[in-house]
């Protein structure tokens, strides 16, 4: 096994410092060393690399984090990698592979002179997976992800927040980080605020500004929940985009395979469960499945597929109930059973796992 005795160094003192993306970048380098003789001791390394560390807050270290002079509050927050997956459809799959290969692959795009901005656009409603996107982006890069404060940017005085922005571009490649804008429209809406015109425009052009003035390697990811907010001089800006939409059926068919049975089996209700929940969100389908586990741990009993389904009915986008647990009674049960039924043809031995009855009850449920 070879491992070079100055990362040994250069580890336990970013260890101490809590210098979290040298800590990565070191052990990373160390396992691609290691790889060559011993798989799976590269392979633990690599694992342990994925899991979450202490939040930089809580153990009490901040980096150098540019901060607000006024206030001193950071304006920029290292993010997590996030631990669990993601689920995308067919168009965002592809836009997303394309940017990473475009990434992996820039300094041959340079020299060939096709090397654009590599800035990506996520736009949609909330609780679509556009800050897990972006998370997932960064571990596959390798690469700290860097979160805009943008409570603290923006300033009541406009000229703070225009200088705010200036040192987050500064400060971002020096990290080798991707700096994610999250609620970038929060800088239009400015416009709401009875700002002057010309002040916002100022600080709108230090955003164009703190965009142009990145080298070709930087990588900058904006989301939004009101793209049409953006100013097309900013959307411009962003050549890669992805548009999210609540999930479609297959999607919410994963998301609650995953979310509510982790991944095991029972991927007939997973189906049903997604035919009833068109029009959630894949964090309002998390938080109906966290909750329906809850109380399968605490009733100490099976998860009551009855009272999630009642919870879906009664969920609506951003707004999801949580089930109760209970056990449903034979009116509501017999209600389910006919709209599974007829409106999405469940078959009676479907219904009668999913409603955990006999199969005669449900023929009589069918029957009245
Ligand atoms: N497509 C998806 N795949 C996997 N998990 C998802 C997906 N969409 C949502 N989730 C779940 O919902 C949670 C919230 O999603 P996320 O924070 O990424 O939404 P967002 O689009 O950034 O919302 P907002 O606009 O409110 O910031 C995620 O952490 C994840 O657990
Ligand atoms: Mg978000």
């Given at each position: 096994m070879q491992v070079e005795q100055t990362d040994i160094i250069a580890l336990i003192e970013a260890s101490l410092e809590a210098n979290y993306s040298d800590v990565r970048a070191i052990s990373n380098r160390i396992a691609k060393s290691i790889s060559v003789q011993d798989v799976e001791f590269a392979k633990k390394i690599k694992s342990i690399l994925r899991r979450k560390g202490v939040p930089l807050r809580s153990s009490g270290y901040m980096e150098n984090l540019p901060v607000?002079?006024?206030?001193?509050?950071?304006l920029v927050e290292e993010h997590q990698w996030p631990v669990s997956p993601l689920f995308l459809n067919k168009d965002a799959k592809c836009v997303f592979d394309t940017f990473i290969t475009d990434i992996v692959n820039i300094d041959r795009l340079i020299s060939h002179g096709?090397?654009?901005?590599l800035n990506m656009l996520l736009s949609g409603p909330p609780g679509t997976g556009k800050t897990l996107i972006a998370g997932h982006l960064a571990a596959q890069l390798n690469r700290p992800l860097y979160v805009v404060r943008l409570d603290s940017v923006i300033s009541s005085m406009l000229g703070d927040t225009a200088k705010n922005l200036r040192q987050i571009f500064e400060y971002v490649p020096t990290k080798n980080g991707i700096l994610f804008l999250d609620e970038v429209d929060a800088v239009a809406k400015?416009?709401?605020?009875?700002?002057e015109v010309g002040e916002l425009k100022r600080v709108v052009n230090t955003l164009i500004q703190g965009l142009d003035s990145l080298d070709d390697h930087t990588i900058v990811i904006a989301a939004t929940?009101?793209?049409?907010?953006?100013?097309p001089a900013i959307w411009r800006r962003f050549p890669y985009k992805i548009k999210f939409n609540l999930p479609e059926l297959e999607i919410r068919s994963e998301l609650w395979h995953h979310f509510?049975?982790?991944?095991?089996?029972?991927e007939q209700t997973a189906k049903v469960l997604a035919e009833l929940s068109e029009g959630l969100s894949g964090a309002d389908i998390e938080s109906i499945s966290i909750g329906a586990r809850r109380k399968s741990i605490l009733l100490n009993c099976e998860i009551n597929i009855g009272s999630v389904i009642k919870a879906v009915i009664s969920s609506s986008p951003g707004n999801a109930e949580l089930p109760s647990g209970a056990e449903l009674d034979n009116a509501e049960k017999k209600d389910i059973a006919c709209m599974l039924n007829s409106k999405?043809?469940?078959s009676k031995v479907d219904l009668a796992k999913i409603l955990a009855v006999s199969r005669q009850t449900i023929a009589s449920y069918l029957k009245e």
């Open positions: 607000d002079a006024k206030s001193r509050m950071a096709l090397a654009g901005r400015l416009r709401d605020d009875n700002h929940n009101h793209s049409g907010l953006l100013d509510l049975f982790m991944d095991n089996g029972n999405h043809g469940v």
